[in-house]
């Protein structure tokens, strides 16, 4: 496995933004797809985005098309998600997830993930 640290998260306001970063370390990043989740309170843990290997294949919930943006830089063994026009139910705990592999199919991006950070808070106020 490998561990996974996030940071980035925080208070904002109603259409704000906030970017979330998730370093990785004790395995060959780029062996890796990289997945955001979250959790709201009372609510199951639900996917957020994902991004093959090599940054060539990216998938996103369709309640954060054209806020969210997902992206990866392998020299650094990073992650981002940069938020946009945050709304207050994008409130919860955003988790980072690691799945092994370079499968870059629809499926193989939303499921399999076997490693996962700690999370960060992120609150969005109205």
């Known amino acids: 496995q490998v561990q996974l640290i996030e940071s980035g998260g925080g208070l904002v306001q109603a259409g704000g933004s906030l970017r979330l970063s998730c370093t990785a370390s004790g395995r060959t990043f780029s062996n890796y797809a990289m997945g955001w989740f979250r959790q709201a309170p009372r609510k199951e843990r639900e996917f957020v985005a994902a991004?093959?290997?090599?940054?060539?294949?990216?998938v996103y919930a369709d309640f954060v098309k054209g806020r969210f943006t997902i992206s990866r830089d392998n020299a650094k063994n990073t992650v981002y998600l940069q938020m946009n026009s945050l709304k207050p139910e994008d409130t919860a705990v955003y988790y980072c997830a690691a799945r092994p592999g370079r499968s870059t199919s629809y499926r193989a991006l939303r499921e399999g993930y076997d490693s996962w950070g700690q999370g960060t808070q992120v609150t969005v106020s109205s």
């Open positions: 991004i093959s290997w090599s940054g060539g294949n990216i």
